[in-house]
């Protein structure tokens, strides 16, 4: 496939680990049912619990990138993952008391992983082939995620809620091993010499990008209305008398449109524009919230999905790419960090806000979701008349050269 051709082969291994880590990765889906069922907690309580590990995860990928370009990425990623699995080894061991600190500190090496991921994805490929290489990744991620939920069931009705952190925990740590063989150890962290010295810091770089700002502001208010698909949808199509199976039939929708469209858009679309890619995307989501504003009808919530599924093609991989080719070399990783932060907040914005509003006006939700996501778009095609400057010269696929000029490895 063309699009794995453009994509180094260390890159194309470490995707196999996201792959693999994906599929082990199911306690986030369970951590409620866990909670609520084998635990005792009451609803209140395990949302608590629920929502301090989703900060920790939000707080992981917004700081991750700053040990990357400290320490280097590839030590980010093998420390992030270790300090992840050691965790939920024994989570389902601690006392509930514990949980308030453990469930945090996993959740926010989780989000390390993610950004260093990302960040040596960015580093690993050339600029003219980010998209596929970040496509390849989002390729991995989604195809682990479609196996992983239904193996976590399997393994949860055979043995225990329990065992499910053991998995999750056990598999982490032989993603760091396996990322410890495959991404090499032999490039360095460049010491900042004379001109690393008189560069600007992260804001100053940002002042100098404005239109990385735009496209941050609007992926977090994008994301706040994505995420409602995963906490405000369900009870909407439940109150209208669809329910839970056609729930999962429209995720299973999701899935399957991204693995059959993700890798051939990114490669159709690597040589257009990218703000205008990804602004059409994010107003294919809030097209796909506005379908649901006249109708509760099952063909609406198809309609929704599938505009939803088309944008988030259009908008992640492509956004992911152009922050990466806006980036100077010295502050790749918060850059990442940066997005991944953005690009994950909803987890922790959306249940409170969607909730909140659908519980006092419901008919308010969607109509709001769809306007929000509109004026995000409206905001990133305007922001192709921005002032700014490119990222910093791009060095090539340095994880397979082993090369010391960029911060790729521990």
Known sequence: MKTLRAVPKTVQLLCCGIFFNAIVSFTFIYLFVWLTGPRGLTPAQAGLISGIGGLGLVAGNFTGGWFGDHYGHRRALLAGAAVSGSVLSVIALLPVAALFVALPLAQYASGVVRSASAALVAVGVAKGSRRQGFAVMRFASNAGFTVGPPLGALVAARFSYGWLFVADGIGTLLFALYASRVLPGHGAVRSPG???????????????????????????????VYRQQYSTLPVFLGDHGLDARVYGWLIA????????????????????????????????????????????????????????????ILYKTTATAYVADQAPAHAQGRFQSLYAGASISGQALAPPLGGALYAWAPGLLWPLCALLAALAGLAVLGARRLPGRPGGADTGPSLETGSPRRAVAG
Not at 292 to 306: D, F, N, T
Request: proline share 8%; net charge positive.
């Open 253 to 312: 929708i999701n899935g399957g449109i991204i693995l059959c469209l993700e890798l051939p858009a990114a490669h159709a679309l690597r040589r257009r524009a990218p703000l205008p890619v990804i602004g059409s995307g994010l107003l294919l989501v809030g097209l796909g919230y506005a379908a649901l504003v006249p109708s509760a009808s099952l063909g609406a919530a198809v309609a929704l999905m599938v505009l939803l599924t088309l944008g988030e």
């Open 194 to 224: 004379p001109r690393a010295a008189s560069a600007p810091g992260l804001l100053g770089e940002l002042r100098a990008r404005p239109a990385v700002l735009v496209l941050l502001a609007a992926i977090v208010c994008v994301d706040l």
